[in-house]
């Protein structure tokens, strides 16, 4: 059985840092791309980083590029999303998901797996 957990989300003020970990069980991880997306109340998921499993990776929306780096550890079975000068508008419940594919994709509909979600909240 496949099973991804994050952990790491929680109340932070803006200009604040997170780091994000998604720990991965049950899927042969180094086969597979991983990615983050993020999903605000009223509002559609939006990707926000993914990564090859070679390690290369590529960011989502303008908004998250210079701020979001994700990254992964193969011996760990792990993937992370670090979080920079966090600003309110990135309030959201942060989702990890995996593909079973050594390249990434960034729309939701790509991944096979997907984790429960953080809450991540900033505070202005």
């Known amino acids: 059985q496949v099973q991804l957990v994050e952990s790491g989300g929680g109340l932070v003020q803006a200009g604040g840092s997170l780091r994000l970990s998604c720990a991965i069980s049950?899927?042969?991880?180094?086969?597979?791309?991983m990615g983050w997306f993020r999903q605000a109340p009223g509002k559609e998921r939006e990707f926000v980083a993914a990564i090859r499993w070679s390690g290369s990776s590529t960011n989502g929306a303008d908004s998250v590029k210079g701020r979001f780096t994700i990254s992964r550890d193969n011996a760990k079975n792990t993937v992370y999303l670090q979080i920079h000068s966090l600003k309110p508008e990135d309030t959201a419940v942060y989702y990890c998901a995996a593909r079973r594919n050594a390249e990434y994709g960034r729309s939701w509909w790509e991944y096979d797996y997907w984790g429960q979600g953080t809450q991540v909240t900033v505070s202005s």
């Open positions: 049950g899927l042969t991880f180094a086969s597979n791309s």
